[in-house]
């Protein structure tokens, strides 16, 4: 098991790990890998042409490839939606990977900050239902969500060219992540910014 665990990582990997080789190392390297493709030849153009090898070590390494292909143009969608303004972007990198909860965070606060409520709580509610209250996991995801609102919040106030953002919203929406994390991490702080944005939303109003 730990030969094949090996051989994935190297299948999967090698492209990374011939950065820096050696000539010698990546020639051997190449031909451990090619070695292992021709002596499977036949499970893997089964795999690559009906889907199914048989094999379900082939498999496995063609489902775990096409996953990181999906997350690399996925990232490349986001990235270019930020970058270019363009929505319509981002929203097909989500329907990529629609349980990654750092995309419906990023298309959140960018539909927050333009006016579209409607569609900021879709992306919120969707993350945050992702998450159990006593998931450990949702931390890192309350620090980003936290670090995003905050500068949707400061590229709102800052500038006579912000983005037009619900005031109510963004700080209902910046009081609640800090009271979920407070509850997480016991801390005193955050309890008060969950209090001070929640001042803050009501003035809004």
Request: charged fraction near 30%.
């Amino acid at each position: 098991m730990r030969t094949k665990l090996f051989l994935l990582i190297l299948i999967l990997l090698f492209p990374i790990l011939l950065t820096g080789c050696s000539a010698a190392d990546e020639e051997m390297l190449n031909a451990f890998v090619l070695d292992y493709i021709v002596s499977n030849a036949d499970k893997v153009a089964a795999r690559a042409l009906f889907g199914g090898s048989g094999d379900d070590w082939v498999n496995g390494v063609f489902d775990i490839k096409e996953i990181m292909d999906k997350l690399q143009k996925a990232d490349k969608l986001m990235d270019e939606g930020l970058q270019e303004n363009d929505p319509a972007k981002m929203d097909e990198a989500i329907k990529l990977r629609p349980d990654d909860w750092s995309y419906r965070t990023t298309r959140g606060a960018f539909a927050l900050g333009n006016g579209a409520v409607d569609t900021f709580k879709e992306h919120y509610d969707h993350a945050n239902g992702l998450f159990k209250d006593d998931d450990t996991g949702k931390l890192p995801y309350l620090n980003d969500a936290i670090d995003q609102f905050e500068d949707l919040e400061d590229r709102t106030y800052l500038s006579p060219d912000g983005p037009r953002t619900d005031c109510s919203t963004l700080y209902t929406t910046l009081s609640q992540l800090y009271s979920d994390r407070a509850e997480m991490t016991g801390s005193d702080t955050d309890r008060a910014q969950a209090n001070g944005y929640k001042n803050q939303a009501n003035y809004c109003k």
